[in-house]
């Protein structure tokens, strides 16, 4: 394990926008989960 450093902003940002949709997708439409994310 290490510090996140600004060369993985991207990849953090990959791994929360798909955490948030596997977790609380299915509570929005489509539509808003896109203009959220």
């Known amino acids: 394990m290490r510090r ?4 993985d902003a991207q990849t953090l940002s990959v791994l929360a926008a798909r955490t948030f949709v596997e977790t609380f997708g299915h509570l929005y439409p489509p539509e808003d989960l896109q203009a959220f994310l």
């Open 4 to 7: 996140a450093t600004p060369d």
